[in-house]
């Protein structure tokens, strides 16, 4: 193998460790919700990107007359970014376009408390949360 390669080779491994860094608190988080939304609703079979798609897309009357859905803020596409009623850019919310977003799981929580709020005028439950993330994640 020549240098070439070696380095290639070194670049993709590192790649590869980093992307399996970032998706362990991210698989955390998934399998905490799946946990609580399992013991409020012991029917529970799963989270859905179908489901968490339809709820992104979904318009609420609960929460704030200028926040009625996910998309008010986060792009129809969240490969693409959004902006918020003030107008300040907010980055995409597919992992695939922010690959380092869901890593820190105090601050997933911090910001669907937030949204939530904003947006149903109430908390997610862990399946809405666990359904959007599965959405997000498959994106």
């Known amino acids: 193998m020549n240098r070439k390669e070696k380095t290639l080779l070194l670049g993709l491994t590192l790649a590869l460790a980093s992307a399996a860094a970032q998706a362990a608190p991210r698989?955390?988080?998934?399998?905490?919700?799946?946990?609580?939304?399992?013991?409020?609703?012991?029917?529970?079979?799963?989270?859905?990107?179908?489901?968490?798609?339809?709820?992104?897309?979904?318009?609420?009357?609960?929460?704030?007359?200028?926040?009625?859905?996910?998309?008010?803020?986060?792009?129809?596409?969240?490969?693409?970014?959004?902006?918020?009623?003030?107008?300040?850019?907010?980055?995409?919310?597919?992992?695939?376009?922010?690959?380092g977003r869901y890593g820190d799981p105090a601050k997933v929580e911090k910001w669907f408390k937030r949204n939530c709020h904003d947006v149903l005028g109430r908390e997610c439950t862990p399946q809405e949360k666990g359904d959007w993330l599965s959405f997000m994640l498959s994106r």
């Open 27 to 99: 698989d955390d988080l998934v399998a905490g919700y799946g946990v609580a939304a399992n013991k409020a609703d012991p029917a529970f079979a799963g989270f859905s990107a179908a489901r968490g798609e339809a709820f992104h897309r979904k318009s609420f009357a609960g929460g704030k007359a200028d926040t009625p859905a996910c998309t008010s803020c986060h792009a129809n596409d969240p490969r693409t970014a959004g902006r918020t009623p003030a107008g300040k850019t907010i980055e995409p919310v597919a992992v695939s376009a922010s690959p």
